[in-house]
């Protein structure tokens, strides 16, 4: 009988890693970026970043939207606009530490300044182990990260190369985007329902199964259908980075360090170091990865899509 057991539950474990392998792989075959950049010459900064913006899948449609000047593209440039506002009051609040010798050396061993000029890194007093940045480039690190790495070169490049990412593939403005569209297909969904809805009322007065005080409750359940949709939309993606674009640069961070001959595993000693504080911060509603998938992910691309053989 404990034979059975042991057998069934081994080949379930089998079968569920099996299972997580195929999404890894699904993941990786959409954001990871070791064809563009494994040939590109170590400390040709240029080269790498051009390379991960030019080859990147949800840019280009970005791209197109942007050029088409869609509904949803419309929508997500007024968010930005609106939210760059409290951008500017949320750095003006904020307390900076002078410590240019870790700022200027991380900068210049990432690069991303050659594509993104304005890209800038300042160290700011905060209790909790994190690294965020702004649309137009202005990337922090806190000062309990930097203690709490005990100021390790390599996992805080890893972490900026992380923020870099989110800035140069425009992932505030792409979020905001995702927003857009979502809304718009929810609201057309509730739409179609709501008139769904409607035509089941109208058939069932003509045929004698409802008076006209029914059509109170319809415009009732129009309303609460649309407010949902919102709801949800809003709910769901907000302003944080959703699960795609964390991943994204999570991969971009970590095949950075192997580009550099650094290795990735920095990183992931970095990402688990920021983990208590990032995971509590996204709720268990947020389209958001847990920080063990994030670290199975990269463990499992280092394994199986070395950059170098």
Not at 42 to 63: C, L
Not at 77 to 87: I, N, S, W
Not at 140 to 148: E, H, K, N, P, R
Request: glycine residues 4%; hydrophobic residues 40%.
């Amino acid at each position: 009988m404990k034979r059975s057991i042991i057998i069934i539950l081994t080949l379930f474990l089998i079968f569920d890693a099996s299972a997580q392998n195929k999404k890894f792989d699904k993941i990786l075959k959409d954001i990871d970026i070791v064809e563009y950049v494994r040939n590109v010459p170590i400390g040709s900064y240029n080269e790498f970043w051009n390379s991960v913006v030019a080859n990147n899948k949800r840019m280009a449609e970005f791209r197109k939207a942007a050029e088409k000047n869609t509904t949803a593209f419309q929508a997500a440039r007024k968010d930005m606009g609106e939210a760059q506002m409290y951008v500017q009051m949320a750095i003006k609040s904020q307390h900076t530490y002078d410590l240019k010798g870790i700022t200027d050396t991380l900068i210049a061993h990432v690069g991303a300044n050659t594509i993104w000029p304005q890209l800038t890194l300042d160290i700011v007093a905060d209790d909790s182990p994190n690294a965020y940045c702004y649309p137009e480039g202005q990337v922090f690190i806190t000062g309990a990260l930097l203690d709490a790495t005990k100021y390790d070169f390599c996992q805080l490049l890893g972490v900026f190369t992380h923020e870099c990412a989110h800035v140069l593939l425009l992932h505030h403005f792409t979020s905001a985007w995702a927003i857009q569209k979502k809304l718009i297909t929810n609201q057309a969904v509730a739409a179609s329902v709501s008139a769904i809805n409607a035509m089941a009322n109208a058939y069932a007065q003509a045929n004698g199964a409802a008076d006209n005080s029914s059509w109170d409750s319809v415009n009732r359940t129009t309303v609460q259908l649309a407010n949902a949709a919102y709801d949800d939309a809003m709910h769901r993606f907000r302003y944080k980075y959703a699960r795609g674009e964390e991943y994204e640069a999570d991969v971009i961070a970590y095949r950075f360090l192997e580009w550099c001959g650094y290795g990735g595993e920095s990183y992931i000693n970095a990402l688990e170091t920021i983990a208590k504080d990032d995971d509590m911060y996204y709720g268990k509603d947020e389209d958001h990865p847990k920080t063990s998938d994030r670290v199975a992910l990269l463990r499992y691309m280092a394994s199986t899509y070395p950059m170098f053989q």
